[in-house]
């Protein structure tokens, strides 16, 4: 070819590409542990490719599926999207790519945002009505994408279930992702109420390939209404998506002139060290973007709790009186009160037969003695009192805020009643105030909510929800509440859960220093978007400690440990080894007594007043902000297990070290993560079951063992990097 044909051959070549170039906008955002690629096309945005840095990318080939159509009346109108690149912005924290439609005239910005220099990415898809009339539009996932794969790579995937009511047997999912592979993992505030979804996950999933650094990517929702993820395998694509339920469908949302469709917030990110180099990104990721500044700039969080449940509902002036000044004996934070000291459902004033002297008598009682106060309320639920400033169920203006109209026989259960539709706004602003005047009148530190908060489907036509399908109603009652099961479950959760978070945002600017518990019938709300709204989490609805320790062990893959809450019940502990193992096993994140600890022996006080020292003066530091590691198969009961928290910059960690109820197997080593093979750490065991001594970190990887002669007895191992103090 002459100098001259190929200068020609140039020009021909670059006019080819020039405008296509130019059609088309390119972005990308960058943290520490994830690298996102974007294209604006024509008439879609794209993720293109995903990268752990150092790594091959993971790379799409799917265009976001945006809705493609919207219903006026009767009228269905389709929609046909075009970029606008000048309402589009692109900056090194946040890509934000803008379509819109011409007729309906809709806006849709498609958000990515950086909240850390580490950690995953956020990303979100606001749908704007910017027409004169109303609309129903399909819900938009908030991310769908189609990784091209090697057809026989070999590919895993993980997920982890809500202690919901109690763990399963299974709890942390390794599943092999073979060709053919087809998953859905759903999550809502109602577990196994939710007669379609047994076992419900917390929503996140996470992704790994075979490769010797162990890495991959892993995604989460950062909402508590009713959401989905799907994984599926088929030859050399991976499709995944992430967002509201579509099922049961055909699901709508109501969009008004000037209203916005928000899909829920979710978050992808690249990993590398397997499951457990993925959650000690994500665990300092949740609690630095989602978690509340104030609540972790108190040094005290996590609290030791002592909870009135231990009683059951008998709580009352002098029990309550009574076990303050233990707790306060024993060094306890704050004193809980649960369930029982209210008038009835709905009807959140103290029962003057209980306390004559009402509530706040009892908060500043606690004051007094150096504690903060809780205080469980089921503020969500109606009953049947007519007196003053109780939720009756009956009352004209209330029965519209229910899902369905009650039968008149309904009675409610002694601490469940009738939910409330949140998305009323009369109903949100009835909840506001009474959750305000709850906080102020009886002096709160700590508010816990209980109960089924967001409203399962709803048979209303008046709300501001999409109205059920009248051909596919199902209302069936459990535990004395009315669910309904339509078309619109999801677009009620939808709205229930934006009430809910304008309520507790509200309610934390207001009350600075204001805790929040998330508890909704133990375990069943575990997700991000509760994360962001929240302190911590009650994990599971059963107390014992094998439950405890599996809840903890499912739940701590994705949540800071400090977030998640054990309540320690009354449990047969003949001798003092299994006392301790039963507290231990609910003091590997928030620690909360649920005992009539009246009844210990001065033996078990005294247990119980060391252990309470030791977690706040030297578990409690590591537990906020310390690696944790999964360093033996989930716990079975009968087997050894154990969890290791490493600081990197403390360099120091704690192993503890549980045996199950296993015979013949006296001594068990486990190989411990994070630290350095070449450097030499001290350990100290708590009980002296074994003498303190010193290992190179290469030993302790190999195994560090522990010898524990008694079934149901357990160690702390503390561990301290020599020469670093
Ligand atoms: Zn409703």
């Known amino acids: 070819m002459s100098w001259r044909y190929r200068v020609e051959f140039f020009i021909l070549l670059s006019f080819a590409v020039m405008p296509r170039c130019f059609g088309q906008t390119d972005a990308s955002l960058r943290t520490t542990d994830t690298e996102l690629h974007f294209t604006a096309d024509a008439s879609a945005p794209r993720l293109t490719t995903l990268s752990v840095p150092g790594e091959p990318p993971w790379t799409n080939r799917a265009s976001e599926a945006l809705i493609d159509g919207a219903d006026i009346g009767d009228d269905h109108a389709p929609l046909h999207w075009s970029f606008n690149r000048d309402a589009s912005q692109i900056t090194d924290q946040r890509v934000a790519f803008v379509y819109e439609s011409a007729s309906p005239h809709l806006r849709l910005t498609w958000e990515w945002r ?8 956020e990303h979100q898809v606001r749908i704007e009505n910017l027409d004169d009339k109303e609309f129903w539009i399909p819900l938009q996932d908030s991310l769908a994408f189609d990784w091209q794969i090697e057809p026989q790579s070999p590919l895993d995937q993980l997920f982890v279930e809500k202690g919901a009511d109690s763990p399963s047997n299974v709890g942390t999912h390794e599943a092999s992702l073979t060709d053919g592979y087809k998953w859905t993992g759903t999550s809502s505030t109602y577990g196994d109420t939710d007669k379609r979804d047994p076992r419900e996950i917390i929503p996140w999933t996470l992704v790994g390939r075979h490769d010797t650094a162990h890495t991959g990517w892993y995604a989460g929702i950062e909402f508590s209404g009713r959401t989905r993820v799907t994984v599926h395998r088929e030859k050399d694509s991976l499709k995944v998506a992430l967002g509201l339920n579509p099922d049961p469908g055909p699901a709508l949302t109501r969009l008004l002139p000037g209203e916005s469709f928000e899909s829920p917030i979710v978050f992808l990110g690249g990993f590398r060290g397997g499951p457990d180099g993925a959650g000690n990104v994500l665990r300092p990721w949740v609690r630095a973007v989602l978690g509340n500044p104030l609540t972790w700039q108190n040094p005290d969080y996590p609290y030791v709790v002592n909870n009135s449940w231990g009683g059951g509902m008998d709580v009352n002036d002098e029990i309550a009186r009574r076990m303050i000044r233990d707790a306060a004996e024993l060094g306890v934070n704050m004193f809980h009160v649960d369930a029982g000291w209210f008038r009835g459902v709905g009807d959140w004033y103290p029962n003057p ?7 706040a008598v009892i908060a500043d009682y606690a004051h007094q003695h150096g504690l903060k106060f809780g205080l469980w309320v089921d503020w969500t639920q109606a009953g049947l009192s007519t007196e003053h400033g109780a939720l009756n169920a009956r009352d004209p203006r209330v029965r519209d805020w229910m899902v369905t109209d ?39 530190d700590m508010l816990e909510h209980d109960g089924y908060l967001v409203a399962h489907g709803c048979n209303r036509t008046d709300h501001p929800h999409a109205a059920p399908d009248p051909l596919k109603i199902c209302v069936y009652k459990d535990w004395g509440s009315y669910f309904v099961d339509s078309t619109n479950s999801t677009d009620v959760s939808y709205h229930a859960v934006r009430a809910y978070y304008d309520i507790y945002s509200k309610l934390r600017k207001d009350h600075p220093g204001l805790l929040f518990e998330i508890c909704n019938d133990g375990g069943r709300m575990v997700d991000f978007g509760s994360a962001a709204h929240g302190d ?6 059963t107390y014992d400690p094998l439950s405890n320790r599996r809840a903890f062990y499912d739940t701590s893959h994705v949540l800071p440990a400090a977030m998640l809450e054990s309540y320690v019940e009354k449990w047969p502990v003949p001798r003092i080894e299994n006392f301790r193992y039963m507290l231990r096993s609910g003091m590997m994140g928030w620690f909360t007594i649920m005992l009539d600890t009246s009844s210990w022996s001065a033996e078990q006080h005294a247990a119980a007043k060391r252990e309470i020292d030791v977690y706040k003066k030297e578990l409690r530091p590591l537990i906020r902000d310390a690696s944790l590691y999964h360093v033996s198969p989930r716990p079975d009961g009968v087997h050894w297990d154990a969890m290791e928290y490493w600081d990197p910059h403390r360099k120091m960690g704690v192993v503890y070290a549980f045996r199950g109820t296993v015979e013949n197997e006296n001594t068990h080593a486990f190989a411990l993560q994070g630290l350095e093979p070449s450097k030499r750490y001290r350990l100290r065991f708590f009980d002296r079951t074994s003498p303190d001594r010193a290992a190179t970190g290469a030993e302790l990887g190999k195994g560090l063992k522990v010898t524990l002669p008694l079934a149901n007895s357990s160690e702390l191992i503390f561990l301290k990097e020599e020469g670093s103090d």
């Open 353 to 359: 037969q209980k306390f004559p002297e009402g509530l």
């Open 114 to 121: 950086i909240r850390q220099d580490f950690g995953p990415i």
């Open 406 to 444: 009650i039968p008149k026989d309904w009675q409610p259960e002694p601490f469940k009643g009738q939910t409330i539709d949140l998305g009323v706004p009369e109903a949100r602003q009835w909840a506001q105030h009474e959750t305000e005047r709850i906080v102020s009148d009886y002096h709160l």
């Open 536 to 541: 911590y989490f009650s994990i599971t609805d």
